[in-house]
C-alpha cells in the first residue's frame, strides 16, 4: 500500500461532504446559491512531475494546463484560480514561469484571482498548486457511467508526451511536436463542453490509457476493452508501430486528451478517435491487431 | 525589494479581474450565481512558517485556522476546502496532521471537500497549502473603509502568539496558554459574521497590530491612532507590562484577532477591546500611557 493510497484512505474515513465525491473523483462539486461549482487542485514538485532544467515558462504552462484539463473533463466553464507559489530567488525564472502560467490561463479565459507567496529554505525542491474552479451549467459526466454496449473514444492520440518526457530527459534542449506534448499539453476545455450533454462517463488521461481505462472500469463496474492504440504521426515516425511500441504508449502519462464513453451508435460531436468498447463484467482488455495482449504489470503512472 | 514585492508587482500587472482586487485584499470575491464566493489561500513552509519540531496536529490545527481567519475578516460562512500535502513518509505523523486539521475545520463547519497530495524529494522542506472558499451573503468589510472618526476595536489581546513562538523555540515542550496562542489560533468566524454588517473596515491581524493598523490606513487614505495595547494576563504575568512589552506585543504576529473600525457611538456587537480611532491624514500613531511613542523600525511580519 503505498503512501498516498494510505492517506488517502485516512482522507475518506474523514471527509463527509457529498461534494467531495468520496475523493474517488478528479473534481469535488459545490452546491453555491443556484450553480454548481467544479474545483480540482494540482501540486507540481520540482525533480518528481518536472525537470529542474525544464523551461520555466513550460513549467507555469503545465501547471495551469493540468488544472484546466480536469476541468475539461467535467464540461465544466473556467471561472477563476488560486496559485500557490514557491519563489525561486530568481526574478527573471519567476516573471518566465508567470509568461508560461498565463499563456495557458489567458488562452482558456481563465483569471487568477490570487493565492500565496512564499520562500522555501535554500536547497528545498519547490512545489507549486494551482486551485482551479469551473461552473457546471448542464450535466457533468462522472468516471463512472460507463454502460455496456457504449463505445470508447480519445480526443487524440496517446503516447506522445512519454516519449517527450524521454527525450527531454535526455537532452534538456530538444525541441519538436513530441517534446511539445510533454511541456505544453492542450486541455481540451472546448471538446469537454461540447461531449459533456453526451458522453455516459469521461475522464482526463493524466496518467496512462490503460491505468485510466482501467479506472473508468472499475467505477462503472463495467468491462472495457482497447482494440485500437492512437499513435501521431510524429511518434511512428520517431519509434515505429511495433506492438511494444504500442503498449508503451498506452501506458505513458501526461496526454491530457479526453477520453469518453458514447452510446453505440452515437457520432461524438468532436474529432475523436475510436478506440474500444464497454461491455458486461470487469476488467480491462487490450488487443493489439485483432489479438488480446497480455497487460503490462503496471499499467501507467500510480500515485 | 523584496523577492514576494517584486513577484506581487509583476503578478498585478497581469491580473485583470475585479474579483482579485487587485492583489490588495486577503480574500479574492468571486459571483458565482446569484451568490458571492469568497477564496483565501495560504501556503506554510517546514522551517518558515512552522518549527519542524512542532506537533503535526498543531501544524494542521494552524492551516486550517489561517484560512478560515481570513474568511472571518470578511464575514463570510465557510462552505469548502481544498488541500495540497506533502507526505511525510510517516503514516502516525500523516495522521497526526490530519487530525489537528480536522478539529479546526470541523469545529467551523468546514468541509475538505479534496485536493492533491505529493510525495517530495529527500531532504526537501515540505509545505502544505489550503484554499478555503466562503459564502458572503451580505455586506463584506474590505480594509479601506475606515473613515475619520471611527473608534478602532480589536476581538482580544495582541502578542501571546509572538511570546509563544519564542517559548516554542526554546522549549518545544513548553505548553500554556501563550504557547496555545501561537500553536492553535481561534478563527474568529462567529465575531465576524456578527461584524460585518457594522465595520466601515476589517481585517484579520496575522502579521502584528501596528503593521495590519497601518496597512488598514494606507488603505482607507486615513489616520489611525493606536492609544491602548491590549495585553492578556498570561502575556503580563510571563512578561509584565513595560513599555517594551507592549510596544513588542504590538509588532507581534499570528495573533489571529479582528481588527474592525466602527463609526463614533457605536457599540460593537461582539466582545471587543477598544484601541484607538481613525482621523482623517495618514499614517500610524501609536500612543502608550498616553503619550505618543516612536514606532519600532520594523512594524511587524513582512513577507
Redo the contacts between chains.
Keep these: 500500500m503505498s ?2 493510497y ?3 484512505k ?2 475518506r474515513s ?4 457529498d ?3 468520496g ?1 474517488f473523483d478528479d ?2 462539486v ?1 452546491p ?4 454548481r ?1 467544479v ?11 518536472y525537470l529542474p532544467a525544464d523551461p520555466p515558462a513550460d513549467i507555469g504552462w503545465k501547471l495551469a494546463a493540468v488544472n484546466l484539463s480536469d476541468l475539461a473533463a467535467k464540461g465544466a466553464r473556467p ?2 484560480c ?6 525561486s ?1 530568481d ?1 527573471a525564472w ?2 518566465a514561469f ?1 509568461d508560461g502560467l ?1 499563456e495557458a490561463l489567458d488562452r482558456h479565459a481563465m ?11 535554500a ?3 519547490r ?1 507549486y ?1 494551482l ?1 482551479a ?1 469551473g ?1 457546471a451549467t448542464g450535466a457533468m459526466p462522472s468516471r463512472s457511467g460507463a454502460q455496456a454496449g457504449d463505445r470508447l473514444f480519445v480526443t487524440g492520440p496517446v503516447g506522445d508526451a512519454g516519449i517527450g518526457l524521454e527525450l527531454a530527459r535526455s537532452d534538456p534542449t530538444a525541441s519538436g511536436p513530441l517534446v511539445d506534448a510533454y511541456r505544453r499539453p492542450r486541455p481540451r476545455l472546448a471538446e469537454g463542453t461540447l461531449l459533456a450533454p453526451f458522453a455516459t462517463a469521461m475522464m482526463d488521461l493524466s496518467d496512462g490509457l490503460l491505468i485510466d481505462a482501467a479506472r473508468m472500469a472499475q467505477a462503472s463496474d463495467v468491462a472495457i476493452t482497447i482494440d485500437h492504440v492512437p499513435l501521431s504521426l510524429a511518434l511512428e515516425k520517431a519509434r515505429g508501430a511495433s506492438t511494444a511500441v504500442q503498449i508503451a504508449a498506452a501506458r505513458a502519462g501526461d496526454d491530457y486528451e479526453l477520453l469518453f464513453a458514447l452510446p453505440r451508435g452515437a457520432t461524438p460531436p468532436v474529432r475523436a478517435i475510436p478506440i474500444g468498447y464497454v461491455s458486461s463484467g470487469t476488467g480491462l482488455t487490450l488487443m493489439i491487431d485483432g489479438a488480446a495482449v497480455p497487460l503490462p504489470g503496471r499499467l501507467g503512472w500510480e ?1
Tied chains: 1, 2.
Design positions: 503512501d498516498e494510505a492517506f488517502l485516512m482522507l474523514r471527509i463527509v461532504h461534494g467531495a465525491r475523493l473534481v469535488a459545490l453555491v446559491g443556484d450553480s461549482l474545483l480540482t487542485s494540482d501540486t507540481i514538485v520540482e525533480g518528481v512531475h471561472v477563476g488560486m496559485l500557490n507559489y514557491a519563489l530567488g526574478a519567476d516573471a508567470l498565463h483569471p487568477l484571482l490570487g493565492g500565496d507567496t512564499v520562500r522555501m529554505p536547497g528545498s525542491a512545489s498548486s486551485t474552479m461552473e500515485h
